[in-house]
């Protein structure tokens, strides 16, 4: 089945940090590009990092510079997202796509067009 699968997410008091953890199946892991979003109600989609796992460069959404990060894990279908310093805006549901199900051109991930989505996991930052 072509989907992604998110977990990780929960409740968590201002500056505090969680893991997701997104499982790719159905598609080309290697030479594509893998992004987190997320959504808050009433507000679009946004997206807040992306990898590309042909050669690992990462892209980041200026709202998360220096607390998130995007890794691949040991497992070859397997990706990351490292919250830290976590805040009341950071409160979403949090998904991860990738591109294609096919391998892509490298580049700025975060700027494309993603087409293999699975469901999301909520992240809720208390004060």
């Known amino acids: 089945q072509v989907q992604t699968v998110t977990s990780g997410g929960g409740s968590v008091q201002t500056g505090g940090s969680l893991r997701l953890s997104c499982v790719t199946s159905g598609i080309k892991f290697s030479n594509n590009c893998i992004g987190w979003f997320r959504q808050a109600p009433g507000q679009e989609r946004e997206g807040v990092a992306a990898?590309?796992?042909?050669?690992?460069?990462?892209n980041y959404a200026d709202s998360v510079k220096g607390r998130f990060t995007i890794s691949q894990g040991s497992a070859e279908n397997t990706v990351y997202l490292e919250m830290s310093n976590l805040k009341l805006e950071d409160t979403a549901m949090y998904s991860c796509?990738?591109?294609?199900?096919?391998?892509?051109?490298?580049?700025?991930?975060?700027?494309?067009?993603?087409?293999?989505w699975g469901q999301g996991t909520q992240v809720t930052v208390s004060s």
């Open positions: 990898i590309f796992t042909g050669g690992g460069s990462t």
């Open positions: 796509a990738a591109v294609s199900r096919w391998s892509v051109v490298g580049g700025n991930c975060l700027t494309r067009n993603y087409y293999v």
